[in-house]
């Protein structure tokens, strides 16, 4: 999908990008968390050092394996937000469970939010969804993206299946081919 200064601006949405998805040995520790971090890091670098407007998720969930007094819901230390970035935190897999976003969101025009981060399978597919039926636009950065292990079943065809379907909802996008083209968004 090209890319020009006539675009919407984009805004890098890092979602829940939080130790909990990498700590060895826990229930929903995600697949490739080391490669998705890395491109997650890296799209996060291209967008301050451009002053380009990055919000973040944090899930915040109640469930007995998502404890919230926990350190393990802390942000990874490298994606932390900056004062001059929106945070949002939101209960349920979508963000728009958050009334702050769900508000920041409809007063918005023409913007066009591109997703990385953690929990594919769960906030990232449930915001692309609500996302389209509010006439949201979405872009998910298919390698800057990861989903935690599922219980059977090859994990790299599960992810590919939850890629698959979000593509009916979103554009799907390789980091590389954001990188390439983000020379020419105008924000």
């Known amino acids: 999908m090209p890319v020009s200064a006539h675009d919407d601006p984009l805004v890098l949405v890092c979602a829940d990008l939080q130790v909990e998805y990498l700590t060895q040995g826990r229930r929903h520790v995600i697949l490739d968390g080391d490669a998705a971090t890395a491109r ?30 926990s350190r393990l819901t802390d942000w990874i230390a490298e994606a932390r937000p900056r004062p001059d970035e929106m945070t949002f935190e939101h209960p349920l897999p979508s963000v728009y469970s958050s009334s702050r976003f769900a508000d920041y969101m409809s007063s918005v025009r023409n913007l066009r939010c591109v997703l990385t981060g953690f929990s594919l399978d769960e906030t990232i597919l449930a915001t692309v969804v609500e996302g389209f039926h509010r006439s949201h636009r979405y872009q998910v950065v298919s390698d800057a993206v990861a989903c935690r292990q599922p219980g059977t079943g090859d994990a790299a065809a599960y992810k590919q299946s939850v890629v698959n379907v979000i593509a009916n909802f979103a554009t799907i996008q390789s980091s590389a081919e954001l990188i390439r083209t983000s020379g020419a968004v105008a924000v």
């Open 40 to 69: 997650c890091l890296a799209l996060l670098a291209l967008w301050r050092n451009n002053r380009w407007p990055v919000m973040h998720l944090k899930r915040i969930a109640q469930a007995a394996w998502f404890n919230p007094s």
